[in-house]
């Protein structure tokens, strides 16, 4: 195991409204840092994932996707939490717009199985 490995988190959320959540919750924090959403085909799991944190302690939040997302962002709407995939970005003032960043390789190691269970 890596220290890379060693000092990484991993949470996965039962469904993708709890996750997108965190991220309200973090663009709303004093520094204001909306964290990108991440996406990354991992041993034939479709996953979107969040990166957080600092040095010495890193937060992979993710949630397994049942396909490829088919647009390139998310409308998160900061008043209900409600979210809806777009393919750019809306002029919903009380949305936040994320993109969806399409991952090729990573040096992540999601902690699932062959049957996509923890």
């Known amino acids: 195991m890596s220290q890379n ?13 709890d996750m ?4 309200l919750y973090t663009s709303q924090s004093f520094m204001t840092i909306t964290p990108l959403l991440y996406y990354i085909t991992y041993r034939d799991k479709e996953i979107l994932f969040i990166h957080t944190g600092m040095v010495g302690a890193i937060v992979a939040h993710y949630h397994i996707l049942n396909e490829k997302p088919n647009k390139k962002f998310v409308e998160l ?3 209900t939490g409600e979210f809806n995939f ?18 090729i390789k990573s040096t992540l190691r999601f902690p ?3 049957l996509g269970t923890v």
């Open 86 to 103: 777009l393919n750019g970005v809306g002029t919903n003032p009380h949305s936040i717009y994320i993109p969806i960043v399409r991952l």
């Open 5 to 17: 490995e060693w000092f990484t988190t991993y949470l996965e959320y039962e469904n993708l409204k």
């Open 77 to 79: 709407d900061k008043m």
């Open 20 to 23: 997108l959540n965190v991220m």
């Open 112 to 114: 699932i199985d062959a």
